[in-house]
């Protein structure tokens, strides 16, 4: 069955420390990729996606990721976090390209220590 | 503003009650997606519908019915059938730019049993 791992529930990073969470996807030909981020109690807010081309994208805030095709990973990055990062963050993949059905992954909780 | 509005934002359920969400969007978005969120499961799909007087199950449609009338909106009902229904529900909408559908997500409702 395809999935979407992110293979850590929480991450604690210091305010000003770079970031990196981790997203894992079963095999799919030509996915496209998305990272989602909500603040509690409130919908989800696109940060960034990929169809194709470069595999480093930019997104809002800040970040980016990037596509590691042999890895099937998507990994999100920043350089230097800001409390107001906190949240909790989704990798979302559309495996048949063409749907635009999303399976998510389980989320990654981000607390930013002062 | 354009953009997703999903009411209410809390809804309490009674037992054997159906209870419906609404969801309307003003982004001219062809497809529609209901999502059911659970703390530490990330995002499973209900429903979701690509036009007009069409839709389609998702991963966990049971328990829940929908419709698609008119393009802006796409009403769910938590039926009694439902027997855990407290979660947070996520409306979304998308439209294909070529062969590349983004997800915008509304705020959410979140429903409690009583």
Known sequence: ?114 | DGGITQSPKYLFRKEGQNVTLSCEQNLNHDAMYWYRQDPGQGLRLIYYSQIVNDFQKGDIAEGYSVSREKKESFPLTVTSAQKNPTAFYLCASSTPVGRQETQYFGPGTRLLVL
């Open chain 1, 1 to 114: 069955a395809q999935s979407v791992t992110q293979p850590d529930i929480h991450i604690t990073v210091s305010e000003g420390a770079s970031l990196e969470l981790r997203c894992n996807y079963s095999y799919g030909a030509t996915p496209y990729l998305f990272w989602y981020v909500q603040s509690p109690g409130q919908g989800l807010q696109l940060l960034l996606k990929y169809f194709s081309g470069d595999t480093l994208v930019q997104g809002i805030k800040g970040f980016e990721a990037e596509f590691k095709r042999s890895q099937s990973s998507f990994n999100l990055r920043k350089p230097s976090v800001h409390w107001s990062d906190a949240a909790e963050y989704f990798c979302a993949v559309d495996f048949s390209g063409n749907t635009g059905k999303l399976i998510f992954g389980q989320g990654t909780t981000l607390q930013v220590k002062p």
